[in-house]
């Protein structure tokens, strides 16, 4: 089982520029969610999916917007990249008995 | 507004002493994580803790939870330098099962 993986691992982006990131898990949760970490803020949630086909906001949802593909993939698109969204992005899932939610790798997104 | 503080923010440890990290969270919470991050790295499930008094162990960690005060700790015993790393505790909100906040991490290092 791979778990959970997110592309890409780096990127860098113009003021302006989209781009979405992508994250998929093996292992049959129902939920997903995106985080975003920042230096001595720990992680915030920026949107979670509950199940297939429905999505929800968290502490920090504006300027991104989501997509719950199918079970497996849970995306997270930037419409318009600003420098505020340079940050680490975590994807996270979770069955619904396990509680634990268990993260991707992270992507490392540069916005100049 | 659920919070969540940890401290110390920073610890610097010799190897072989005790020490105690502190994970308060503001209202009533279904469930209390610690986590463990490696510089770079993704996050690690360390310990799920359920219920008021509840107490898990592994290794040279062992954190407990008090609702009650609206306290975890996470204690180590004879440290050791491959525990050096960031450490976060996060909290999910009642009824709103699955998002996670989290706090600002702890990070702490283990010298010779």
């Known amino acids: 089982n791979a778990g959970v993986t997110q592309t890409p691992k780096f990127q860098v982006l113009k003021t302006g520029q989209s781009m979405t990131l992508q994250c998929a898990q093996d292992?049959?949760?129902?939920?997903m969610y995106w985080y975003r970490q920042d230096p001595g803020m720990g992680l915030r949630l920026i949107y979670y999916?509950?199940?297939?086909?429905?999505?929800d906001k968290g502490e920090v949802p504006n300027g991104y917007n989501v997509s719950r593909l199918n079970k497996r993939e849970f995306s997270l698109r930037l419409e318009s990249a600003a420098p505020s969204q340079t940050s680490v992005y975590f994807c996270?899932?979770?069955?619904?008995?396990?509680?634990?939610?268990?993260f991707g790798p992270g992507t490392r997104l540069t916005v100049t | 507004e659920l919070k969540v503080e940890q401290n110390p923010l920073f610890l610097s440890m010799q190897e072989g002493k005790n020490y105690t990290i502190y994970c308060n969270y503001s209202?009533?919470?279904?469930?209390l994580y610690w986590y463990r991050q490696d510089p770079g790295k993704s996050l690690e499930s360390l310990f799920v803790?359920?219920?008021?008094?509840a107490v898990k162990q592994e290794g040279r960690l062992m954190a407990s939870l008090d609702t009650k005060a609206r306290l975890s700790t996470l204690h180590i015993t004879a440290a050791v330098h491959d525990l050096s790393a960031t450490y976060f505790c996060?909290?999910?909100?009642?009824?709103?099962?699955?998002?996670?906040?989290f706090g600002q991490g702890t990070e702490l290092s283990v010298k010779p």
């Open positions: 996270a899932s979770s069955s619904d008995r396990a509680y634990e939610q268990y």
């Open positions: 292992m049959n949760h129902n939920s």
């Open positions: 999916s509950a199940s297939e086909g429905t999505t």
């Open positions: 209202t009533t919470s279904d469930r």
């Open positions: 803790l359920l219920s008021n008094g």
């Open positions: 996060a909290v999910d909100r009642r009824n709103q099962g699955g998002k996670l906040i």
